[in-house]
Each structure stands twice: as structure tokens, then as C-alpha cells.
């Protein structure tokens, strides 16, 4: 079943990307998109994968694989219209804008995430390193306030308050939806 081969291979590569290898994370994310791509999955879960391939390219350094990627779980994520996966994929985000040199935007996405899931989620590792990154570059007070403005973000305004609207138009001038088929974002 390519859902179970899916599901072992994010384990898989969340204990690579947790042990700092990101080649094998990749790697194992890879085959876990791919595995998908043969079977029925709750898109939740497509929106899952994408997002942390997008925090292994951040890693990596490839900010435009990264920015892609997390495009990609954005929209997938909005249309499942669940709140702890669209708060999960904010956080993916968060680390962006982190790597991107705008910690601000780190902070407001990691307040955005709390406010579309309705509270805290520290079992999302990332969460603890992108606030004290963020925080130390902006001090206790510019984190605070950056953070509080992620509050208003909603499930219906996530995509547009990340910054990574997935309807937005391609630098080919064609919209994303063009290239999409139903349920299933652009590889």
C-alpha cells in the first residue's frame, strides 16, 4: 500500500532530519512524494511531506526549492481545511522567512500558526529553534510584538498572510491552478 510506505518513509526521514542528515531525510521524503503519487492519501498528509521537504531544502540552503515546496503545502493544506496541519505548514514557513533574513516574519508566521491551530503545539520541534533565533535577533520585546500580529491570521487568510498565495500568478504570467490537477499540486 503506498500510503504505508509513505507513512514509514516521513518517520523515516523525520529521525534522518532530527539526527541533523539531511541527505537522507531528502531522500526518504522523496520516495515517500513519490509513493503518494500511486495511491489515495489524505491530503493532509501530502501537505505534511511537502512542507517538511521544504524545511530540508531551507536547511540545505536552497531557498527557492524551499519556497516552492512550502508554496505547495500551503495550498494543499488550506484546501484540506485543517487547522493543525495549515498551523504546522505556517511553521515551515516561519523557518523560511527566518532563513530569508527576516526574522519578523518568522516570529508573526510562528504566532500565526498558534492562532489558526487555537494553541501552542510544542511537540513541532522546529518551533523552539526558529523562536530563539528569531528572538535573539530581534530582542524580547521586537519578537513579542511581531509574534502578536501572526494572532489575526485565520484558516481562510493563512495563505495570503504567509506570503505564499498558491493561486498567485507564475512568472510565465499563468496561474497555478492551470498547471494543477485536481487534489494534486505541481511536482
Known amino acids: 500500500m503506498p500510503e504505508v510506505l509513505a507513512s514509514i518513509g516521513y518517520g523515516a526521514a523525520t529521525i534522518a532530519r532530527a539526527d541533523g ?19 489515495v492519501a489524505a491530503p493532509q498528509f501530502r501537505a505534511m511531506i511537502a512542507s517538511t521537504r521544504g524545511l530540508v531544502a531551507t536547511a540545505e540552503g536552497d531557498l527557492a526549492a524551499a519556497r516552492e515546496l512550502q508554496t505547495q503545502a500551503v ?10 496541519v495549515l498551523a504546522l505548514v505556517l511553521v515551515g514557513i516561519a523557518d523560511l522567512r527566518l532563513r530569508e533574513g527576516d526574522p519578523a516574519e518568522a516570529a508573526r508566521m510562528l504566532g500565526a500558526a498558534v492562532a489558526v491551530r487555537g494553541s501552542d503545539d510544542r511537540t513541532v520541534p522546529d518551533v523552539e529553534r526558529i523562536e530563539r533565533e528569531a528572538r535573539a535577533a530581534l530582542g524580547d520585546p521586537g519578537f513579542d510584538r511581531a509574534y502578536a500580529s501572526g494572532g489575526s491570521v485565520t484558516m481562510a487568510t493563512a495563505a495570503a498572510a ?26
Open 21 to 39: 542528515d539531511l541527505d537522507a531525510a531528502r531522500e526518504h521524503l522523496d520516495r515517500a512524494w513519490n509513493a503518494l503519487s500511486h495511491g
Open 75 to 84: 495550498a494543499i493544506a488550506a484546501s484540506a481545511n485543517d487547522a493543525p
Open 162 to 187: 504567509a506570503g505564499l498565495d498558491p493561486a498567485a500568478e507564475r512568472p510565465d504570467g499563468q496561474r497555478r491552478e492551470d498547471h494543477e490537477q485536481a487534489g494534486r499540486p505541481e511536482q
